[in-house]
């Protein structure tokens, strides 16, 4: 299994409602129990008392077994759970910081061509003007983010 049981929110909704069910149905069979002996016993008791009495004593019974089932089960889960083998960490090597080389003068002194096209096809101090669609890449290669004028640093 990847994850805890305890982080499942499958195992907790199991646990809860199992509780809730055996709650609920142990609060009914009581109950109606308690209700039916009081009025057999003075002799008050109604047909309605007495059927409907055990109608809802069989309904209680039903949902306090099954939240038994609930609790049991839920128990077993854990129980697997500890028996069974966690997955081991993977150890991960610690990076080297010193292994790599820093940037020396001389590779940072190296000669750049700086040579410029001389025939630009625009006359030195003319004026040039940029049509709507120059405007809108602004000198770019046309990519997205300048299209949109979305700032890429």
Do not use: H
């Not at 142990?26 to 016993?41: K, N, P, R």
């Not at 083998?85 to 940037?103: F, G, H, K, L």
Request: proline share 3%; net charge negative; hydrophobic share 50%.
């Amino acid at each position: 299994m990847n994850k805890s049981l305890t982080r499942s929110i499958g195992f907790w909704l199991l646990l809860i409602l199992s509780l809730v069910a055996a709650g609920v149905g142990g609060w009914l069979v009581a109950g109606q129990i308690s209700s039916m002996t009081t009025t057999l016993l003075a002799n008050t008791a109604t047909g309605v008392d007495v059927y409907v009495g055990q109608s809802l004593v069989v309904v209680g019974a039903v949902l306090l077994g099954a939240g038994v089932i609930g609790i049991f089960i839920a128990v077993a889960l854990t129980a697997v759970q500890s028996v069974l083998p966690s997955a081991a960490p993977v150890a991960v090597e610690a990076i080297d910081w010193t292994a790599q080389e820093p940037a020396t003068a001389e590779a940072l002194a190296a000669p750049v061509d700086e040579t410029v096209a001389e025939d630009s096809g625009v006359a030195e101090g003319a004026v040039v003007e940029t049509t709507d669609a120059d405007e809108r890449q602004n000198g770019s290669s046309g990519s997205t983010a300048t299209a949109t004028k979305i700032s890429v640093k």
